[in-house]
C-alpha cells in the first residue's frame, strides 16, 4: 500500500488515463476529484455492508447504443473538419496581409 501526502491541486496519475486530484478537505474530510473511463467502475467505501441498506449505492450508467456512438463520433470528426477549415482560412488571412 502506498502512503501519498498531497497539497490541494496536486495529484496522482494512475496508468495512461486515471487521475485521482486532491480537490482540499478539513478535519476528518477530504475531497478528490476521480478522472476515469467511463467503463470503470467506480465504488466509493462506506461502513454499512449491507448495500440494500446504504444511500449511496452505486448504479452504474447504461451503455451507448452503437447508432449513438457512430453518431457521436460523426459529430467530432465534422467538429475537427471545422476547425481544420478554420485554421487554414487565417493562415490563408495572414499570408494575404
Not at 466509493?44 to 463520433?73: G, L, M, V
Not at 467538429?79 to 485554421?87: L, S, Y
Amino acid at each position: 500500500m502506498l502512503k501519498l501526502s498531497l497539497k490541494e491541486g496536486q495529484y496522482v496519475n494512475i496508468g495512461d488515463d486515471i487521475r485521482i486530484v486532491f480537490a482540499g478537505g478539513t478535519g476528518k474530510h477530504c475531497r478528490l476529484l476521480i478522472d476515469a473511463p467511463k467503463e470503470l467502475n467506480i465504488a466509493r467505501s462506506n461502513n454499512e455492508p449491507d448495500p440494500a441498506k446504504r444511500k449511496d449505492t452505486y448504479y452504474p450508467e447504461p451503455e451507448f447504443s452503437s447508432e449513438a456512438k457512430k453518431q457521436i463520433k460523426q459529430i467530432i470528426w465534422n467538429e475537427k473538419e471545422r476547425q481544420k477549415k478554420t485554421q487554414q482560412m487565417v493562415t490563408l488571412q495572414v499570408m494575404l496581409d
